[in-house]
């Protein structure tokens, strides 16, 4: 099926130069000459390698069709991910490297869907959203604006994140595991 160029997510797979490839970093890039492109970090299917390619929205590009199962997640086992269909209770494991970075945002429960090619596992689509809780936030330096200004922060699973100047530490936030962007204040 060929899809605009600028609508692949994490976690989709493409066909590209004579392989399956599954995206797993995208971002949208408008420059202030030429047309907008999405940069988009791909991994190979086979062999595991990556690749940096950009596609402009005019591209079609092949996205594989796969077959989509709910699964939970249960829990990590060394380099192992732990998950189980929603439909029919079968665990099955798969392996960190397939998720990426991603994985730190993992939780006991947490719904996703895991692609299947040809009853392999081959790519792991998070929630757009999750809440996590922050456990170090720089102090606001006196005199900035409010609307304005972000400072680092650290999430309870280790990932920076960028938040702005009111979020303190133990505040619960949402965050988007795609790219690790806060989207706003969790509401208790």
């Known amino acids: 099926m060929k899809v605009n160029g ?18 797993t970093k995208t971002s949208h890039v408008k420059p202030g ?5 999405a940069q988009i970090e791909l991994r ?8 940096n390619e950009r596609f402009r929205s005019s591209e079609n590009i092949e996205k ?7 699964h939970v997640f249960l829990y ?16 099955i494991n798969i392996d960190i490297n397939l998720i990426g970075d991603q ?21 792991v689509i998070m929630p757009e959203t999750c809440v996590e809780e922050v456990v170090e936030a720089d102090a606001v330096i006196k005199g900035q604006t409010v609307s304005s200004s972000f400072k680092p922060a650290v999430l309870k699973n280790g990932i920076k994140v960028m938040v702005p100047g009111h979020i303190e530490t133990g505040t619960k936030i949402v965050v988007r ?4 962007t806060y989207i706003e204040k969790a509401k208790n």
């Not at 990590?76 to 439909?87: A, H, Q, R, S, V």
């Not at 994985?103 to 392999?120: E, R, T, W």
């Open 177 to 180: 595991p795609s790219d690790c």
């Open 76 to 91: 990590k086992e060394g380099e192992n991910l732990i998950f189980m269909n929603n439909e029919n209770y079968e665990q």
């Open 6 to 23: 600028n609508t692949i997510k994490p976690g989709n797979v493409i066909e590209h130069k004579g392989g399956l490839w599954v995206a």
């Open 44 to 51: 190979n299917l086979k062999d595991g390698t990556k690749l």
């Open 103 to 123: 994985s730190a945002f993992l939780q006991d429960g947490m719904n996703v869907i895991i692609n299947m090619y040809n009853d392999d596992p081959v790519s």
């Open 33 to 37: 000459k030429g047309g907008a492109f």
């Open 64 to 70: 594989v069709i796969l077959e989509e199962t709910p």
